[in-house]
């Protein structure tokens, strides 16, 4: 493999694959924090 | 007897004749561990790594030095620990351990910028190519982009290992890694005041809404060991024990174990690093060309990685119309937290009722995560391409 065919899939694959990774990260970060909400703080009744 | 005594006398005097005929790179070495006793203790760089490493450098240009050949001191650390990847993934558990990820859970969109915040890596690469490195050396070199020190140690030691580049350029990298960490606070504001205008720097941003449940902080370590795993499982080392670390932390059940993680294992990790590190950095492997090269290439990936953040950022502000401040995009690199820092700092000084910590912490956790991404996929294509 030449030195440009390998610079050039390292940076379209590899730059890519990163951004792409981390869009799907995203993705999974928004569903995660759907699936599992955080609850509302419940306050102590007043005495 | 008088010969003796003589001969008694002239062995000792073996090694400072050694350093006046042929010592003359280990002299300069010394002097660079002396530059690095200064820098660390001194000026406060990075001081828990360059003590370590300027010991160990130290130790191993000293005359007829034998702590690097078989069997010697730190040889047997490297061989323990370097050798095998081992310590950078300690240190990997550790800072796991200490990084709160929930900036970047209440607000995902910020993974974006650890993406972007790695384009250093690869436009380096291509640069290291261009100048006659190895595919090897290059993919090394260019991941000093990744701001990240045991990162640069993992992949260079990898390929080390592979005899595909020489073990006196892991020193190199590693002290360039953990220079350039530690100048982020010297070069992130020109670039950032360089790429935006004053009206983009002054941007305020909404806080950051709602809470993250512990719930979701507890399935996230695991949720982005299996994704990243399955993408790209020549990095699963680097990402697992980052994620393992968050996990016992996440989890406060163990707590014993998080303290030592972040305590105990990552300071004797980094210790025995530094100093086996430093046993790499021999006087005549060490001063060739391609050292200069090596730090020259790694300050290129830093500023590009700042250049790609803060681009992103500018891109994001004009498709929101204006609601996203670009200087944010700046902490999409690994140097955690200190990028976040910086941007909070640049943020008020446009602007004094601006609070860009918690974004750009967001930012910067993603950029931990995003350098990480970036070497696992790295090391996934190479093997894919049959280079390793």
């Known amino acids: 493999m030449s030195t440009f065919t390998f610079g050039a899939t390292m940076l379209v694959v590899g730059m890519g694959g990163t951004l792409l990774t981390l869009y799907l990260l995203t993705l999974l970060i928004r569903g995660l924090t759907r699936l599992l909400p955080a609850r509302p703080a419940v306050r102590a009744p007043k005495p | ?19 006046a005929s042929a010592g003359g790179p280990n002299l300069i070495m010394i002097a660079i561990a002396a530059t690095m006793f200064y820098l660390a203790i001194a000026k406060g760089v990075e001081p828990l790594l360059l003590l370590p490493i300027g010991f160990g450098c130290l130790l191993a240009n000293l005359p007829l030095s034998d702590v690097m050949d078989a069997d010697g001191v730190l040889r047997t650390l490297y061989d323990f620990g370097i050798g095998n990847e081992l310590f950078p993934l300690l240190i990997f558990v550790g800072i796991g351990s200490m990084t709160d990820f929930t900036p970047l859970l209440a607000n995902p969109k910020l993974l974006l910028f650890g993406a972007a915040g790695q384009l250093g890596i690869f436009l380096t690469l291509i640069v290291a ?10 993919v090394s070199v260019a991941m000093i982009g990744a701001c990240d020190g045991p990162t640069v140690i993992y992949v260079a030691n990898l390929f080390a290992g ?15 890694a953990y220079s350039y960490m530690a100048l982020v606070p010297i070069l992130q504001p020109p670039i950032m005041r360089l790429l935006t205008t004053k009206k983009e720097r002054a941007t305020p941003m909404p806080s950051v809404k709602g809470t993250v449940s512990p719930a979701a902080r507890i399935a996230f370590p695991i949720v982005v060991t299996i994704i990243t795993g399955i993408i790209a499982p020549k990095g699963l080392p680097l990402m697992g024990m980052i994620m393992l670390g968050n996990f016992m932390k996440e989890t406060g059940v163990v707590t014993r174990l998080t303290k030592a993680s972040e305590n105990e294992i990552a300071n004797i990790s980094t210790l025995f690093l530094g100093l086996a590190i430093g046993g790499t950095m021999n006087g005549p492997d060490f001063l060739k060309t391609e050292t200069l090269m090596v730090f020259g290439l ?68 993603g950029g931990q995560i995003g350098s990480v991404m970036a070497a696992a996929i790295m090391l996934s294509v190479l093997k894919g391409l049959g280079v390793i």
């Open chain 2, 129 to 138: 190519l261009a100048l006659g490195f190895t595919k090897e050396e290059a």
């Open chain 2, 298 to 365: 790694g300050l290129l990936a830093i500023v590009v990685d700042t250049a790609g953040g803060v681009l992103l950022g500018k891109l994001w502000y004009v498709l929101s119309g204006g609601k996203v401040n670009p200087l944010v995009g700046a902490a999409g690199i690994s140097a955690y937290p200190m990028a976040a820092r910086l941007v909070q700092a640049e943020g008020q000084r446009w602007n004094k009722q601006n609070f860009l910590l918690m974004h750009a912490m967001g930012a910067n956790t």
């Open chain 2, 1 to 19: 007897m008088v010969d003796a005594l003589l001969s008694g006398l002239s062995a000792l005097a073996e090694g400072a004749r050694h350093l």
């Open chain 2, 162 to 176: 592979l005899e595909k580049i020489p073990t006196a350029m892991v020193g190199a990298l590693a002290v360039a």
